[in-house]
């Protein structure tokens, strides 16, 4: 779903901007899908793998590009606005996850075996900490919203903030539910933040 920009777009519009201008000049949005493309595409490899990343990023500035008026930057930022989409499709391959993450248990059973997904953030995540079974294991057994929470962080990138206004949901709600899952994994990991691959002090 690659789109021109139109050349005579000032490169320094704000996505807000942006996201106005598309009312009238469509080919404005293609600015955002070049500014934000990557960043969707590694977050959607790391939760379900990059056999479906193509297909659902694209997915998502299809849907974005089609609800571009329901935009309200009263609510947050369009960068949150294309996590929640792009939350909110994953959610519909949660069995891909889940298979992903099975996938992953078995692959650490047979270390030195080829790593399938290596190109893969959460993987390559995953093998720094140097458990990448039993940290397979414990994300499969979180609840969808503690998984998203947790993976909007470490695989996104997103603030509190942004993942308050990705999945619309109190920003004291993300605190508590990063802290939750943070203490499950550690807890379930021995001590270990999965975040560094260290024993905490």
Known sequence: MRMAAPPDMPALLDDTELIARSWQHPDSFAVLYDRYFVDIYRYVAGRIGTQFADDVAAETFLVAFRKRETFDPDRGTVRAWLFGIVTNLIGHH?????????????????????????????????SAAGLRGRLAAELERLSDGDRDVLLLVALAGLSHEEIAQTLDIPFGTVGSRLNRVRRKLRAALGGVNPTIGEADA
């Open 94 to 126: 949660r069995r891909s996850e889940t298979r992903r993450l099975e996938l992953l248990q078995r692959a650490s059973a047979t270390q030195g075996t080829s790593d399938p997904g290596h190109e893969d953030r959460v993987a390559a995540w995953v």
